[in-house]
């Protein structure tokens, strides 16, 4: 038994959730999130919750169902709060700056990288060392925030690179005389 899959999604006032064509749609103040559901699992939208189960006792419905679930909680989440990601960059002269819908990053290479904001997702520079990712699906926003770390991965020596906010670099000693 799931113990993930046996909680029910509580969807909160201004929220909508409808099931049509085997697709869930849940529209919020912050916008419209949908997702394909799958054959093994049934949800129930019964009043104000989501209910997630197994449609029969087969070992693949039994794994897809607390995950189920969670992409479920996922969707009413981004639609109501969205989700966020901060990227620290340390390093001299490594900095970004979002110049409309692209974003300038100065990261020791010859030349400047220059990454297109996808739709669905705002980059907001604080200061030149900090990016704030933001948008309503959790998937996408993890997504962009790994394609940016990757031009720059934290190394363990000094520590210079791209690293999310809260990460812990395992440091190594440098070389002995």
Known sequence: MSRIGKKPVAIPGGVTANIADGVLTVKGPKG??????RDEISYIVDGDTILVKPAN?????????????????????????????VLEITGVG????????????????????????????????????TVEISGIDKQKVGQVAAEIRRWRKPEPYKGKGIKYRGEFIFRKEGKKK
């Open 32 to 37: 419209t999130l949908t997702l394909t559901l």
């Open 57 to 85: 006792d087969t070992k693949s419905a039994r794994a897809f169902w607390g995950m189920q679930r969670t992409l479920v909680d996922n969707l009413v989440t981004g639609v109501t709060q969205g989700y966020t990601k």
């Open 94 to 129: 490594y900095r970004a700056n979002s110049q409309g819908k692209n974003l300038k990053l100065q990261l020791g290479y010859s030349h400047d990288v220059d990454f297109s904001i996808p739709e669905g997702i705002e980059i907001k520079t604080p200061d030149n060392t």
